[in-house]
């Protein structure tokens, strides 16, 4: 059983910078395939990136957003840089044990409660 809560969401402007993270429970953090999804209001849930050995981006934040993680914390992170408009949703953190890459909702197992991101032009 994994136990995700992230943080560090809020209101910024266009352009700006956030940082979320994700503070995992459980004694196998390292094992698992760690991802970040957002999801806008009548929208699906979409994957934004995720991080095994390697990371991978959701093209619409590919150069913009950075995820990384911190075994030894069980904790992983994204760095958003120039936030845009369409950037706002609540983002949710997710842990999987499936194949990688995992680009799917139903790749992950675990979810945290997502932290709002909104972002003002």
């Known amino acids: 059983q994994v136990q995700l809560v992230e943080s560090g969401g809020g209101l910024v402007q266009a352009g700006d910078s956030l940082r979320l993270s994700c503070a995992a429970s459980?004694?196998?953090?390292?094992?698992?395939?760690m991802g970040w999804f957002r999801q806008a209001p009548g929208e699906e849930r979409e994957f934004v990136a995720g991080?095994?050995?390697?990371?991978r981006y959701a093209d619409s934040v590919k150069g913009r957003f950075t995820i990384s993680r911190d075994n030894a914390k069980n904790t992983v992170f994204l760095q958003m840089n120039s936030l845009k408009p369409d950037d706002t949703a609540n983002y949710y953190c997710?842990?999987?044990?499936?194949?990688?890459?995992?680009?799917?909702?139903?790749?992950?197992?675990?979810w945290g409660q997502g932290t709002q991101v909104t972002v003002s032009s």
């Open positions: 997710a842990a999987g044990s499936g194949r990688w890459p995992s680009l799917r909702p139903g790749d992950y197992e675990y």
């Open positions: 459980g004694r196998t953090f390292s094992s698992y395939t």
């Open positions: 991080i095994r050995a390697i990371a």
